[in-house]
Structure formats: structure tokens, C-alpha cells
């Protein structure tokens, strides 16, 4: 499986900004897809956002759509999620993930790598 490690949460106040990275072990499959997904206590994982490794195509979840950005750096197998505007319903465990596709992410199939996840917490 694909080793995953995220870093970057931390404590923001509202209206603030955060970058998380994912850094995955090993070579990344063109046809992978990598993403976020965030989970608050006593709520369902949350699809947040992916991007596809080969093309940089991407999708978002619509509670962060215009807020939150994907990306991705081929050559340092990094996945970031710049986060701006930040808000107290953002605050969650953040996990890094890897699948066989964009697909595969957002409906939580196929072969999916979870990274231990990273705390973003957002102050009133």
C-alpha cells in the first residue's frame, strides 16, 4: 500500500488560512488520484477534495468549493490543500488519501491508502 503522511493542521482563527500536505512513499501510479477528506466528532468522513496525478484534474466537495484548493507536486509526491477562509464548521481530523482514481476517492472504493490524519481546529 501507499505510505501517506499529512502535516500542516494546526489552530487558525475564522478568516484565517492553512496548507496541509500529503507526502506519499514510493512512485505513484499516472493513473492514481489523491485527495482529502475530513471527519469532525460524531460526524461522517466528509469528501473534501481530489486530484487526479496524471492530468491535475481535480474536484471539490461543495462545502469548500471556492474556499479550498488542490494541488499536487509530481516531482515531490505532495498533495497540498491550501485552505483559506476558514471557518469553525472546517474544524476536523484531515486525512490524506490515495486511490486508483477520482472516482474511486470521492465514493470511497477501489484501493484506497489512508494517511493518519492531522487536526485543523478554527476559533471563533
Known sequence: QV?????????????????????????????????????????EREFVAGIAWSDGSTYYGDSVMGRFTISKDNAKNTVYLQMNRLKPEDTAVYYCNANIGLRAIVTMTGRPSWGQGTQVTVSS
Open 3 to 43: 505510505q501517506l503522511v499529512e502535516s500542516g493542521g494546526g489552530l487558525v482563527q475564522t478568516g484565517g488560512s492553512l496548507r496541509l500536505s500529503c507526502t506519499a512513499s514510493g512512485r505513484i501510479p499516472g493513473s492514481y488520484a489523491m485527495g482529502w477528506f475530513r471527519q469532525a466528532p460524531g460526524k
